[in-house]
């Protein structure tokens, strides 16, 4: 028989609630993506992953000058050492840091294919080197002489840093990007030399706001150059909150070519946008007839960005092509602002930009505190050496004999010449060769040396006077490092304010002009038909549905609305479905209420004058442009209260008004006696007892007051015939006898 299995004794259980749990686990989570993957340090401007690759670069030896090594090995030494994570990961940030098109101030120093301006992948590790460049090695410069905390690894078997040196301030030169939990951080690349000169006047004043660094700080400085459109004050605002956004445009300029053709040449284009997806975009918008100004696109970049548009023709006009380009693709951007960084390495914070500039300077500041220090003990360290030194060199001949026959020379020479423990074991470890090298005069100079650097290193940790000026003077290092008469430090990017164009001249940029026939049936569905089509009898409609009317328009025609809520709605006809199926319900492309009718529609043209009436015989003349909105949600004009509504609408020509009431009956007054308004109820065009308004007109007193018939003839009365309806605005009005019984004067829009 085999043996019995005894089953394990239960773990002890404890209960816990799934809300606690959940809790626990997400805060902790949200933690570690905030602290050690996705915000930047405000010292040095960097994240963990890219702190690690450089100290791993350190470690290896790759200073600027020295021969390249395998992207490979880099990543390996890194995910071994420091960042356990996808080795895929470490060497997409490497690329990131190694181009030039994506860092203001590359930190690694590639050769081979590290992706390029298209979008185009790098080549996979084992194939390309990597080394650093002379930022990096400011950033790490002082590591080894004890300047920033270090801290076990992920495995504890070495250290890391915590934070680099920073002697660049590569947090706004460089920028970030990062999304952690509940909270981002986005931060443009600035000139180094700017943000130098800015933090010169922060250490001599201190208390400065932002606003009064935008005298050396104007903005970002992009890799790719472009050209910010933004306004001053917003720009401030931005720097001032550390929460804002910029408005980048590419660069270009008109070329002439042969019998007066001309060309766009775009040679910068805006930061992270990728420059095949940017022309794909532009031959898409091309294919679907939204750039009728635009001929041809193509690339004819080498090195350097050079994007040609040929324009359709040589009349166009260049600003406005190039307008409607920023309007639909990349070429303009919005990058956004959002400071959000890591103050003293643990607490999340967004900063303006005075505040990011002091801690980096107070970085600088604890750096040269603890170089100082390190240093200072160096030097304490071998004066004791050098007095050793000295005694021995005094004595050699007793020190010789001690050394030779005490059997525990060490405490002998300490007791004997009163030597440290330190002095006795140096002599101890001292060469034989060193003996004759050792001369009374070269220990004397080292030693005056050595206390002439220790009496300016205690000069300096005496006074925070002498730090700043310390600090300054690094600072000015790197602005002549980085200046804007160097190669990397000359500003990429310009400023500009945004151009002013005619708003109609760009609607109708966007669109090709062609004629269409436009068709709304009964029930208020909407289509166009290509050409003006003057008979529509063909036309199929859904069931119970029938043809309500139609007119021609222009594909870069924009139609007014006015519904029985008093509201004028605006509708581009570009945007309203062709002529195949039954079209689209007109309330889909407005946001009409759903007990509003339709009283109007025509094609805005601009310039006219409407007489508008409301149901209880209310009105007033306004303007065709005050009626335009600019939102789904359209502009209240004839102010109304239900039940009264919307009735009528008529253009205005002539001096004088016609209005009639389903009473049938009809008054005739001059035009002078209604108002003009922008918005309102209006007054009293006719008196009502238990009716309502029928129908409007307008016309001139002298040619008479005409109208169609229910034959579609045309009738008119002339201005003496007139005589008995002629009266005032607001009175009753008598009978239109002759007048069709419909009450309406048939004459629409």
């Not at 790719?224 to 917003?234: F, R």
């Not at 170089?371 to 020190?399: C, F, K, M, P, T």
């Not at 119970?544 to 509201?567: H, I, M, V, Y």
Request: glycine fraction near 8%; aromatic fraction near 6%.
């Amino acid at each position: 028989m085999g043996k019995r299995l005894i089953p394990p004794e239960p773990a002890e259980i404890h209960e816990v609630m799934l809300r606690d749990a959940l809790e626990e686990r997400y805060l902790a989570y949200a933690l570690s993506t905030i602290m050690h993957r996705a915000l930047p340090d405000a010292r040095d401007g960097l994240k963990p992953v890219h702190r690690r690759i450089l100290y791993g670069m350190r470690l290896l030896r790759l200073d600027p000058g020295t021969p390249f090594k395998k992207s490979a090995k880099i990543v390996g030494d890194v995910m071994g050492s420091f960042h356990p994570h996808g080795d895929q990961s470490i060497y997409d940030a490497l690329v990131r840091l190694a181009q030039d098109f994506s860092s203001r101030y590359p930190l690694v120093d590639g050769q081979g294919n590290f992706g390029n301006i298209d979008g185009d992948n790098p080549a996979a590790y084992r194939y390309t080197e990597a080394r650093m460049t002379d930022v990096a090695r400011l950033l790490l410069d002082g590591i080894d002489e004890d300047a920033v905390e270090f801290r076990p690894n992920y495995d504890g078997q070495s250290k890391e840093p915590v934070v680099l040196p920073g002697g660049f301030p590569n947090l706004l030169a460089n920028g970030a990007q990062g999304i952690a939990v509940g909270m981002a951080t986005s931060i443009p690349p600035h000139n180094a030399a700017e943000l130098c000169d800015a933090a010169l006047h922060l250490i001599e004043k201190p208390d400065a706001k932002s606003k009064a660094l935008l005298k050396w700080v104007k903005g970002p400085d992009f890799p790719t150059g472009g050209i910010i459109i933004d306004s001053k004050d917003s720009i401030a605002e931005a720097y001032a909150t550390g929460r804002g956004s910029f408005r980048t445009r590419a660069k270009w300029h008109q070329e002439e070519g042969a019998r007066g053709m001309w060309v766009v040449v775009i040679t910068q284009i805006p930061w992270l946008v990728q420059k095949s997806r940017l022309i794909e975009k532009i031959a898409e918008l091309l294919n679907d007839k939204k750039l009728p100004l635009i001929g041809d696109v193509r690339d004819e970049s080498a090195e350097d960005i050079r994007v040609v548009i040929e324009p359709k023709t040589r009349a166009v006009d260049p600003e406005i092509l190039m307008e409607s380009l920023f309007r639909l693709t990349e070429l303009e951007s919005k990058i956004p602002l959002n400071l959000n960084v890591l103050v003293k390495g643990r607490i999340p914070k967004v900063l303006g930009l005075a505040e990011c500039l002091r801690e980096w300077l107070d970085h600088l500041r604890d750096v040269l505190l603890r170089r100082s220090n390190h240093r200072r003990a160096q030097i304490e360290h071998r004066l004791e050496v050098l007095g050793g030194y000295l005694i021995a060199y005094l004595n050699i001949d007793e020190v010789i004999r001690i050394i030779r026959n005490e059997d525990e020379p060490k405490p002998s020479l300490m007791s004997a010449f009163k030597l440290s423990e330190i002095q006795a074991e140096a002599i101890l470890n001292m060469r034989l060769r060193s003996l004759r090298k050792l001369e009374e005069f070269e220990i004397r100079t080292e030693d005056k040396k050595l206390r002439a650097e220790l009496k300016g290193i205690n000069a300096v940790l005496a006074s925070e006077t002498e730090q700043w000026a310390k600090v300054g003077e690094q600072v000015r290092t790197v602005r002549d490092l980085f200046g804007p008469k160097t190669l990397l430090g000359k500003r990429r990017t310009i400023f500009a304010d945004a151009p002013e164009h005619d708003l109609a001249m760009l609607e109708e940029s966007f669109v090709e002009r062609e004629p269409v026939t436009v068709v709304i049936s009964d029930k208020g569905w909407i289509r166009t038909l290509k050409g003006h089509v003057a008979d529509l009898g063909n036309l199929t409609f859904k069931t119970d549905d029938k043809l309500g009317q139609s007119f021609f328009a222009e594909t870069t025609s924009k139609l007014l609305l006015l519904a029985t809520n008093g509201r004028f709605y605006s509708l581009d006809v570009a945007k309203l479905p062709g002529g195949r199926g039954h079209g689209e319900p007109i309330r889909l492309f407005i946001d009409m209420e759903q007990d509003a009718a339709i009283v109007a529609l025509f094609v805005h043209t601009g310039g006219r004058k409407f007489l508008v009436a409301s149901h209880d015989g209310q009105g007033f003349i306004v303007n065709e442009d005050d009626c335009v909105g600019t939102t789904r949600k359209g502009k209240q004009v004839l102010n109304v209260e239900m039940p009264n509504e919307a009735k009528t609408l008529c253009v205005v020509s002539g001096d004088t008004v016609a209005v009639i009431g389903t009473n049938h009956k009809m008054i005739v007054f001059p035009l002078d006696q209604v108002p003009e308004m922008a918005r309102g109820r209006g007054v009293r065009l006719q008196k009502y007892t238990s009716a309502s308004l029928s129908d409007i007109t307008t016309f001139a007193a002298k040619d008479g007051l005409s109208w169609k018939d229910g034959a579609g003839r045309e009738q008119r009365l002339s201005w003496k015939e007139l005589a008995d309806w002629r009266g005032n605005r607001a009175d009753a009005g008598r009978l239109a006898t002759g007048l069709p019984k419909s009450n309406k004067f048939g004459k629409g829009m």
